[in-house]
C-alpha cells in the first residue's frame, strides 16, 4: 500500500514539474509575441516628415560647409 502511494506521490511530483515547465514556456511565448506586436505597432506608425529647407538657409548651409573646408 504504502509503495503504491509513494508511487503516486512521485507521479504528481513528476507531471506538476512538467505543468510548470510548459507554463513557463508558454508565457515567454506569449512574451514574445506581445513584444513583437509592440514593435510592430511603432514602425506603423508615420514618421514625422521635415520641413523643406528656404533658399536662404541652404546657401547658409553651403557658405558653413565651405568655410569648414578652408
Known sequence: M???????IIAKTILSAQ???????????RNIREKA??????????KPQRKSMT???RRAVMN??????K
Open 2 to 8: 504504502t509503495d503504491a502511494k509513494s508511487e503516486l
Open 19 to 29: 505543468a510548470e515547465v510548459i507554463i513557463s514556456r508558454e508565457q515567454r511565448i
Open 37 to 46: 506586436l509592440r514593435a510592430y505597432a511603432e514602425r506603423r506608425k508615420p
Open 55 to 57: 533658399a536662404e538657409e
Open 64 to 69: 558653413s560647409l565651405k568655410n569648414l573646408n
